[in-house]
């Protein structure tokens, strides 16, 4: 396990990493769509994942973890809490937008994260952007026009599937996304790895577990490889994928991790198309393309101009 006192990561330790980390998050879609195929609902398999998450790192907290969460300041521990509750309505729009959209044009629309930190650092920091920044918002703008149009005019992927809305949830779940990103960054600049990671997904497993509770979907009674999915979930796109990032991000710029990490939709692309035949038409291979475009082109705007905080 990680621990909070370990020496800073070499470059190439971090390169490795990163590198571990994005090709397991790759397959966290893949999962998803075998938890289905056993009829868990999206909400439970977002809990899963979670609450997977939070026993993993309960006994580094109950050990030592729980003196350095008290410690830390009041508003520290509450913005902890408001991040890991947008990330768990994240992770459950995210896995309910695959009920209706195939996985490359979901992970494509995830992948405009940075576009909506951007679109947060002018409305809610009333910060400035460049013109390379809003160029590529632009070019993400179209790139989403499209994608949504090829999207609702093509047949469904999934069957019994509204593509329409599938694509809607997506932009939502990046949006709730940039909101994390955008609290978390500050959060975890001055807080210990595990106990803010703990922190975040004890209130992501609150959050889903309301989200079961409203919806009236049952935790039990599910076959039980649809359970193993979503442990392997976990393991995969929780811990690998999700806790190792946010370990390196206190080492290195959160603009080269996200340059790194549009890697990930063209690897989950593939694997959806080798494992389940998931053919995008060649709209949505444009859409997609123009998307990953915008987003790079604000990722390079946003290294160009330094850092903010």
Not at 93 to 113: E, Y
Not at 224 to 231: A, F
Request: net charge positive; charged share 5%; hydrophobic share 55%.
């Amino acid at each position: 396990m990680i621990g909070t006192k370990a020496p800073a990561p070499s470059t190439a330790q971090i390169g490795v990493l990163v590198a571990i980390s994005i090709f397991a998050w790759s397959f966290g879609p893949i999962c998803v769509r075998f938890a289905f195929q056993y009829d868990l609902p999206p909400a439970l398999v977002a809990f899963g994942r979670m609450f997977t998450g939070m026993l993993i790192f309960a006994p580094y907290i109950w050990y030592r973890g729980w003196s350095e969460i008290r410690a830390m300041p009041a508003r520290s521990r509450w913005l902890a809490g408001t991040a890991g509750t947008l990330f768990g309505i994240n992770i459950t729009l995210m896995a309910t937008s695959l009920t209706h959209i195939s996985i490359m044009i979901n992970q494509a629309l995830i992948a405009t994260i940075p576009i909506w930190v951007a679109v947060f650092e002018v409305t809610l920091l009333k910060g400035a952007l460049s013109r390379a920044i809003w160029a590529g918002i632009g070019v993400a703008l179209a790139g989403g026009l499209v994608v949504a149009f090829a999207s609702s005019t093509a047949p469904a992927i999934v069957e019994g599937g509204n593509p329409g809305l599938g694509v809607l949830l997506a932009a939502i779940s990046a949006c709730s996304a940039a909101l994390y990103i955008t609290i978390g960054r500050k959060v975890r600049s001055t807080t210990s790895f595990i106990p803010y990671i703990w922190l975040v997904y004890t209130a992501g497993s609150s959050v889903t577990l309301i989200i079961i509770g409203l919806s009236q979907v049952s935790l039990i009674g599910y076959d039980i490889r649809g359970y193993l999915w979503v442990l392997l979930l976990a393991i995969l796109a929780q811990i690998i994928g999700h806790g190792v990032l946010n370990y390196v991000l206190k080492y290195v710029s959160p603009t080269v991790i996200t340059v790194t990490a549009q890697v990930m939709p063209v690897l989950a692309a593939i694997w959806a198309l080798v494992i389940f035949s998931e053919i995008p038409t060649a709209w949505q291979l444009l859409g997609s393309a123009l998307l990953l475009a915008g987003v790079t082109i604000v990722l390079r705007g946003q290294s160009s101009r330094g850092p903010t905080d």
